[in-house]
């Protein structure tokens, strides 16, 4: 059974920094990031392929960095100058290209106070 558990979710105030880990149970060529804030719909935060390419959502550009372990099947988001708009449920995700399943955590609370 495939396992995605999320951990490194806490209560920051403004301008702090979190990092956020991601354990798989098994290989992925993507992961990525998302969130889900109270009342919008989940969105992309930031996808690091196999090879070490990643991309981010606009609105965290220069502040966060994804990143990943291949030898012990990890991914990390790190998390600086924390903003209130921050705050949300935080998913991994990962799959092993575009035709096969898509898997999730359950997601790790990230509040950020101003």
């Known amino acids: 059974q495939v396992q995605l558990v999320e951990s490194g979710g806490a209560l920051v105030q403004a301008g702090e920094s979190l990092r956020l880990s991601c354990a798989a149970s098994?290989?992925?060529?993507?992961m990525a990031w998302y969130r889900q804030a109270p009342g919008k719909q989940r969105e992309l935060v930031a996808h690091?392929?196999?090879?070490?390419?990643?991309n981010y959502a606009d609105s965290v550009k220069g502040r966060f960095t994804i990143s990943r372990d291949n030898a012990k099947n990890m991914v990390y988001l790190q998390m600086n100058s924390l903003k209130p708009e921050d705050t949300a449920v935080y998913y991994c995700?990962?799959?092993?290209?575009?035709?096969?399943?898509?898997?999730w955590g359950r997601g790790t609370q990230v509040t950020v106070s101003s």
């Open positions: 690091i392929a196999g090879g070490g390419v990643t």
């Open positions: 995700n990962a799959n092993s290209g575009p035709i096969s399943l898509n898997y």
């Open positions: 098994r290989s992925f060529f993507n």
